[in-house]
């Protein structure tokens, strides 16, 4: 069996139910999903202060989590948190975006985003940059909806999802595009019909490879920092960041 723990870095549990769920059809049946939501912080992220204050919430829902683990899922695309993550957690951390940019990558040649929010267009290329992927990024394309009001209304979001995935076949010359955002979790299935170029679900890459790496019982090789003591932190994260 195999333990695979989801966080939501921000606030809102209706996310974080909206992607427990999407990741249990995806997931294999011999894995076991848990997922935690941001103790602090905005309901939703859709600015560089709130990705910010997420990454924060990221790592203290981790530390506050006493569960079975074999891998840890970040469940919202862009990863806010996601280094940090992996330099204090033993086991292997998923990020949706990073994940679904290294499958895009593998099979095709330039990929695009599609996303809610308009801030996320250079906030994602700036993260494909950071992984050295600018020349396979064929472009960012955002809508309005944040992916908050998607979650809320995916019907209504459907054309407009569907017409920038399009555009990014079309116009862009993608060969691949990436459904990402939690608040659009499941929807790149109904999408797909819609679609001229390979589609990819944000939720689904991760949980790919969160199983992949975790079946294969693989430690974290990331670099725990020092102990350091830490002043105005949750008691879970204090004792964590305090740890030999």
Request: with cysteine.
């Amino acid at each position: 069996m195999t333990d695979i723990l989801l966080i939501n870095p921000n606030t809102t549990r209706s996310i974080t139910s909206l992607v427990l769920k999407s990741a249990r059809s995806f997931a294999n049946k011999g894995t076991r999903l848990r997922a935690v939501t941001g103790a602090f912080g905005p309901r939703y992220i859709a600015s560089r202060v709130g990705y910010a204050i997420a990454g924060h919430a990221a790592v203290d829902a981790y530390a506050s989590d006493r569960g079975a683990r074999d891998a840890v899922v970040l469940a919202c695309f862009g990863d806010p948190g996601l280094a940090a993550l992996r330099e204090i957690a033993p086991v292997p951390v998923i990020g949706m975006a990073d994940a679904s940019v290294l499958q895009a990558c593998a099979i095709g040649d330039r990929f695009s985003i599609v996303t809610g929010g308009e801030r996320w267009k250079e906030m994602l290329e700036e993260f494909v940059a950071q992984r050295g992927l600018a020349s396979r990024l064929a472009s960012v394309r955002t809508v309005a909806p944040t992916g908050a009001d998607i979650a809320r209304d995916p019907k209504g979001a459907m054309q407009l999802l569907a017409d920038g995935c399009n555009a990014c076949a079309r116009e862009d010359g993608a060969d691949v595009v990436i459904l990402g955002g939690a608040g659009l979790a499941g929807l790149a299935a109904r999408l797909k019909p819609m679609i001229e170029a390979p589609l990819l679900d944000g939720v689904a890459c991760a949980i790919a490879q969160a199983e992949a790496l975790a079946q294969q019982r693989l430690a974290n090789l990331g670099n725990p920092p020092a102990p350091v003591e830490s002043v105005g932190l949750s008691k879970a994260l204090t004792t964590l960041l305090a740890r030999k």
